[in-house]
């Protein structure tokens, strides 16, 4: 039997659709966890899955309320694989360093949960899910330990700037840091951001392809540590203090309550209520790559369920979508992520008419246009 070229196409990329989806679990390793552990005892492995499951179901709901939410005694029979590595002498005298206890640990436990199990335990309670695509966030912080003050910038390398992004990384949260060079330095001073100025902070931070930006002042004090934080979100600020000795214990906590706000606006609750479903049309797909681009996209998405191809058109796709938020979380997301732009383009004659001839007789989804510009 012969196959027009047409009907080729659509089953190439259905096939694509499949591949698309099984790539999906490791982008990022969202799913996964390494702890150290002090032996490879059941009872130990057990505590650590626990742990394991309280870090990730965090990242993943965006909510570091998600623990409190969950019976943690269900992490084993969320967990696809694990493995154990021997830990060198100079990691466990580092780990030892860094975090004095009783006993060494002698092990790295690594585990990696099953996507589709996890995310189906967050909705039976309530927990939103919050996906690939998340909002750059550009941190602007100012120290003071003593004697000296500086501003952090990309090309320092200091426990401070490690401590804030290994607990961005834990949360699942992209951080910029400033350049600081001329251009930086010609808008903002160490005062600016030490005083909270907001106006130089903004100029600044608009070379940066962020969506977030994060101001902190960083002082030690009397043996402790204090962090003003400061968060501005499309020109709304909300302001919180941190204190603490503990340098990791002190940056999880500011990262954390700041990665809370962020994915209140973006993380998704599952909605039943999307009975007719939605189109999403994409054009300037001249290639399969670009078909790819765009299926793969979409899929990543944590409004949506579902996704394949209904129709093939000359350099255009639609993709139905089954949706796990609503239709306005599908749009601030795609929005967010800046690979697809709205299609205000007006819609062709023959589209017009083939619209309004189906909706004579069958229920039509909605249609939203977008197009591929990468």
Known sequence: MKMNRKSLFLSTILLLVISVKLQATDIKHMYEASLPVVSQDIDIRK???EQ??????????????APTQLNLSDAGRLISQYRYRALSDHEITTYFQKTPALVQPKYKLWVQFDEDKLKQLLRENDLPLW???????????????????????????????????????????????PEYDAADQRLVEFTDVWGQFWEPVKQASQRYAVNAVLLGRMNWSKGSWQVDWSLMQEDKIENWSVNAEDLALLTSSGIGIATDSISSRFAVFADSVNNAGLIVRVSNLYTVKKYSEAAHYLASLAPVKNVYAKEVNKHQVDFYIDLNGDEDDLRRIIALGKVLTADTRPMPVEEINKTSRNSEHESMPRILRYSLDR
């Open 52 to 65: 394991a499951l309280i870090e990730v179901s965090v990242r993943i709901s965006g909510t570091s309320l």
């Open 131 to 177: 996906g690939y695509q998340r909002p750059n966030v550009l941190v602007w912080l100012a120290v003071k330990d003593g004697r000296n003050r500086y501003l952090l910038k990309q090309a320092d390398q200091s426990q401070i700037k490690s401590a804030v992004e290994q607990g961005a990384k834990r949360r699942g949260l992209p951080i910029v840091w």
């Open 47 to 49: 505590a650590a899955f």
